[in-house]
């Protein structure tokens, strides 16, 4: 697929994936989340990317769902707006089900404002950084909805469940410092090198074993919902699946070597 409304860049195994509709402030059309789908499906299926930076082009990081789209739901025949609510539903939940379940870390640079689904998007990525013009808000709320692209999942994990309901009732505007001061963002920086701070920490954090890191990160995933008998023992079967992976047993030997050279020393 050819990217219009996106940018997506490959460089040493990093993937740097910017929403690229800086005069709607990156508002997710249906074009665009087809764009979207199609990089993340590209990214997360790719065995030599080994992790994700998400970004905004221009001023913003995403002003969430696009207004016109909106508009055309609610101006479709009554007999037709619940069915195609749903169907859009579908694809929003699939995209942020890519995003949160990618078998690498992600991290997401917000540049500006995230509102809306813009704030899910952000949510979705394991690592959120921000400049100091980043800000987030649940504005759901001013257009007579809930938080739809898991913002109702992803914010009671990163604030608590009083703080969540009282940023989605509102709707209200939370800065940079306060975000991370909340624990809703991992890290503030300035809007010169965020990008590179973001890119910086995923290189980081994905220079383990790939294998460990997709089995890690898919049962931290379900953590908060399952009782510990099921957490050991989804991590004794990852452990199985590690312990026969190329990466186990070239650092082990390597241990081993060094261990030995030493011993002969």
């Not at 997506?8 to 910017?18: C, E, K």
């Not at 221009?58 to 195609?84: L, T």
Request: charged letters at 20%; hydrophobic letters at 45%.
């Amino acid at each position: 697929m050819d990217y219009q409304l996106i940018q997506l860049q490959i460089d040493g195994g990093l993937a740097t994936l910017t929403l690229n509709r800086p005069d709607k402030r990156n508002a997710i059309s249906d074009d665009m989340r087809a764009e979207l789908i199609d990089a993340l499906e590209r990214v997360s299926a790719d065995k030599a990317i080994r992790a994700l930076v998400l970004t905004g082009a221009g001023k913003g990081f995403c002003a969430g769902g696009d207004v016109a789209g909106m508009q055309r739901r609610i101006s479709a025949p009554a007999g037709e707006v619940a069915f195609n609510g749903w169907h859009r539903q579908q694809r929003v939940h699939y995209t942020q089900s890519l995003l949160h379940t990618m078998p690498k870390p992600t991290v997401a640079a917000v540049n500006g404002a995230a509102n809306g689904l813009g704030a899910d998007i952000a949510l979705a990525c394991d690592f959120v950084f921000a400049s100091e013009g980043g800000s987030f808000a649940w504005s759901y709320i001013h257009r007579g909805i809930v938080p739809d692209g898991g913002g109702m999942y992803f914010l009671p994990r990163r604030v608590g469940l009083a703080k969540a309901k009282e940023l989605i009732f509102s709707g209200r505007k939370v800065e940079a410092d306060e975000a991370l001061a909340l624990g809703l963002i991992d890290r503030r920086t300035s809007a010169e090198t965020l990008v590179a701070d973001a890119q910086a920490w995923a290189r980081e954090m994905s220079k383990g074993s790939a294998t460990a890191l997709a089995l890690g990160k898919t049962i931290l995933n379900q953590s908060f919902e399952l009782p510990a008998e099921q957490i050991f023992a989804q991590g004794s079967q990852a452990q199985g699946i590690c312990y026969t992976s190329t990466e186990h047993r070239e650092s082990v030997l390597a241990f081993l070597e060094k261990s030995a050279a030493k011993g002969r020393a």
